[in-house]
């Protein structure tokens, strides 16, 4: 069973940082492209970050371009994101999860399986 | 960057009705579109994706189709498990945008 499972969150002040992690199971995790996305509360989901299966190929959204850093560990099945000059508006739960191959290029692709989330409260 | 719409915000529905749920995109996706489900508390569930294509295990009361750059999802007869809030997403392109959701509630 492919598995997805984030940990990392939790209360962090303004201008600070956190660190998620996203362990993969149940697949050859260095095949597939890696995504994070976040969704605060009462919002709709909002894409991050996206990561090929070699992390070379990384995409950022404009909202956490230079903010934020996508890489992954393919050895220990895990890919991380890097949260830097946190905001108050940066609070929501942070979902990981595993693409169909790429995340994009085809119809064929896009996200497969989502983590079950983990919370990332900015707060002073 | 593509806006994706969806209509109605919300609906209220009876177990056993047919319910539609539609989706717009403001450009070309060109297929790259999925569905997902979302109860409380919990993560999006993947239930369709390249417009049409069902998710491995995902009843086959739930299907999609598209026309043009409307995309349209269909529960051809609701259960109670069913309740819940849907979103579109396209990932033609980055960034990849999710629509504002669509809630099914019990009537």
């Known amino acids: 069973e492919v598995q997805m499972v984030e940990s990392g969150g939790g209360l962090a002040q303004p201008g600070g940082s956190q660190r998620l992690s996203c362990v993969g199971s149940g697949f050859r995790f260095n095949d597939y492209s890696l995504t994070w996305v976040r969704q605060a509360p009462g919002r709709r989901p909002e894409w991050l970050s996206s990561i090929s299966g070699g992390g070379t190929v990384i995409f950022y959204a404009d909202s956490v371009r230079g903010r934020f850093t996508i890489s992954r560990e393919n050895s220990k099945n895990t890919m991380y994101l890097q949260l830097n000059s946190l905001r108050v508006e940066d609070t929501a739960v942070y979902y990981c999860?595993?693409?169909?191959?790429?995340?994009?290029?085809?119809?064929?692709?896009?996200?497969?399986?989502w983590g079950q989330g983990t919370t990332v409260t900015v707060s002073s | 960057d593509i806006q994706m719409t969806q209509s109605p915000s919300s609906l209220s529905a009876s177990v056993g009705d047919a319910v539609t749920i539609t989706c717009r995109a403001s450009q070309g996706v060109s297929n790259c579109l999925a569905w997902f489900q979302q109860k409380p508390g919990k993560a999006p569930k993947s239930l369709i994706y390249a417009a049409s294509i069902l998710q491995s295990g995902v009843p086959s009361r739930f299907s999609g189709s598209v026309s043009g750059t409307d995309f349209t999802l269909t529960i051809s007869s609701l259960q109670p498990e069913d309740f819940a809030t849907y979103y579109c997403?396209?990932?033609?392109?980055?960034?990849?945008?999710f629509g504002p959701g669509t809630i099914v509630d019990i009537k």
């Open positions: 999860a595993k693409c169909r191959g790429g995340c994009s290029g085809g119809p064929q692709l896009g996200v497969e399986v």
């Open positions: 997403q396209q990932y033609y392109s980055y960034p990849f945008t």
